[in-house]
């Protein structure tokens, strides 16, 4: 019991440094904070960025419903994203453009998780 406890500690800083880094990286290349994401505005660049956020939080094995509340959104729009995100991505230029910014921003932090 205490060793399932500390491991899920242990994945909850994880899964925070992923979220804390993914965001800085989207501000970094965006200028976009947390509380843009978490807006309702849905013009598209907001939108693939929160998009973005999405799929590499799921990706690092972050909880849907954290991610949803972290964006001010339900969880079911976080897997509707990440659905969205895998074909859009294959044919939107501009969503892909910006998948690879902060994916390469990102690239620096893979160490540090």
Same mark, same amino acid.
């Given at each position: ?30 200028? +976009?904070?947390?509380?843009? !994401?978490?807006?309702? %505005? &849905? ?5 693939? @960025? *929160? ?27 976080? +897997?509707?994203?990440?659905? !969205?995100?895998?074909? %859009? &991505? ?5 969503? @892909? *453009? ?16």
């Amino acid at each position: 019991m205490f060793l399932q406890q500390k491991k899920d500690k242990a994945m909850d800083k994880i899964c925070e440094k992923v979220c804390k880094h993914t965001l800085e990286a989207i501000y970094a290349v965006s200028g +976009y904070t947390l509380d843009d !994401l978490s807006s309702s %505005d &849905r013009r598209e660049p907001l939108v693939f @960025y *929160r998009q973005i956020f999405c799929k590499i939080c799921a990706d690092a094995g972050v909880d849907h419903e954290e991610v949803a509340k972290m964006i001010n959104r339900h969880r079911s729009t976080v +897997y509707s994203s990440i659905a !969205l995100f895998k074909v %859009d &991505r294959k044919y939107n230029v501009e969503l @892909y *453009r910006l998948w690879d910014k902060v994916h390469k921003k990102l690239g620096r932090y893979d160490r540090s998780v």
